[in-house]
């Protein structure tokens, strides 16, 4: 089959050899490709090749997931509608109680998990997900999306999944006991308000603890803000006495918080956040959650639309080899940009 590099997958086989325009044979037949392998034929100027179907895994241990079109995701809107607003509900019955009802979290979340075995495209999903307002529903269900794949990715069963998308949609309930002026403040919060703040682990804690016989979910919602190196809160834990579901927790209540739009900032760009959270898994972060997150979430990015930061939009076409979180983008236009190459310039927003 001949088709354009651009559209060639890591994981497909050469059916015969590729030549430059000079005659020198830049890959030979049999080839399985590799990122690196792809970037060489475009280096080299080569348009087409003839490929095998793909059955082989990828640079990342597996073979990246087709990106799942937008419109096949209509369907998962009304399940996060209720689940967000489940959340909300569950806040003011916390608040007013300090309890909530348990039955409607696995009423609400159940239906979510039995959808997500069918996306496979994370990126498209989250991203659709982060259209509301209310940054701390929409985070409550994101943080517990993420934490259920991040779960399944490290090898945990399904009902351990679960377990821990259920623990990571629950994770932040003792903000509803937080002052809602505190909460939403938009400039930086003062020593007592942050005080404040981080006493959310320890009444999302006693909250779970009120409201359901689910000891890990409680754990996760108190241990959720510790760090590996001991500098988190409440209790300043290290690596050893933090509960591996709340080090998953952890790892996508970064990535989602930093990827949202919050009353005190903006949102980052998602390569860029991913990159930042690499650097936290030396010490901060649990190395192995975090890196297993990174390594899953790069694929979705290929075929995704972006705006540089010089104005000009294209698609991502393969993730660099030398840089992955500086990919290499095609043009609308229909030329190439090396962001490992052309430091001067950065993705500023990727789209569905």
Not at 29 to 34: D, F, Q
Not at 311 to 318: E, P, V
Request: aromatic share 10%; charged share 20%; hydrophobic share 40%.
């Amino acid at each position: 089959m001949r088709v354009h590099v651009t559209d060639a997958q890591p994981g497909d086989c050469l059916q015969s050899d590729a030549y430059n325009d000079n005659g020198v044979p830049v890959l030979t037949k049999g080839t399985t490709l590799r990122h690196e392998d792809i970037s060489k034929l475009l280096m080299h100027n080569i348009e087409y090749i003839d490929i095998e179907s793909s059955a082989s895994k990828s640079l990342y241990g597996f073979a990246p997931d087709k990106p799942v079109p937008a419109e096949s995701l209509a369907h998962v809107v009304p399940l996060f509608t209720d689940a967000i607003d489940g959340v909300e509900a569950m806040f003011l019955s916390a608040s007013a109680s300090g309890q909530f009802n348990s039955h409607r979290v696995d009423e609400l979340f159940g239906p979510i998990v039995n959808e997500l075995a069918n996306q496979k495209d994370v990126v498209s999903m989250l991203l659709m997900l982060d259209q509301g307002d209310e940054y701390t529903y929409n985070h409550s269900l994101e943080v517990g999306v993420l934490s259920y794949y991040i779960a399944l990715w490290l090898g945990y069963s399904q009902e351990e999944a679960y377990a821990a998308g259920k623990a990571g949609y629950l994770h932040d309930i003792g903000k509803c006991m937080i002052p809602a002026h505190i909460l939403n403040k938009p400039s930086k919060l003062t020593e007592e308000e942050f005080r404040e703040v981080k006493k959310h682990t320890q009444y999302g804690y006693d909250i779970i603890q009120s409201s359901t016989t689910d000891e890990v979910s409680a754990i996760v919602a108190l241990q959720h803000h510790e760090r590996e190196n001991g500098t988190g809160y409440p209790h300043g834990l290290f690596k050893e006495d933090i509960h591996p579901f709340a080090q998953i927790t952890a790892v996508a209540d970064v990535y989602s918080a930093m990827t949202s739009n919050r009353v005190y900032q903006s949102k980052q760009e998602l390569l860029a956040v991913l990159r930042e959270m690499h650097s936290m898994s030396f010490g901060h972060l649990d190395p192995v959650a975090t890196q297993t997150f990174i390594r899953h979430m790069l694929p979705n990015f290929i075929k995704k639309k972006v705006l540089l930061t010089n104005g000009r939009t294209g698609t991502i076409i393969l993730n660099n080899p030398v840089d992955y979180f500086r990919p290499l983008i095609k043009m609308d236009e229909g030329y190439f940009i090396d962001l490992a190459k052309e430091r001067e310039l950065a993705i500023e927003e990727v789209y569905i």
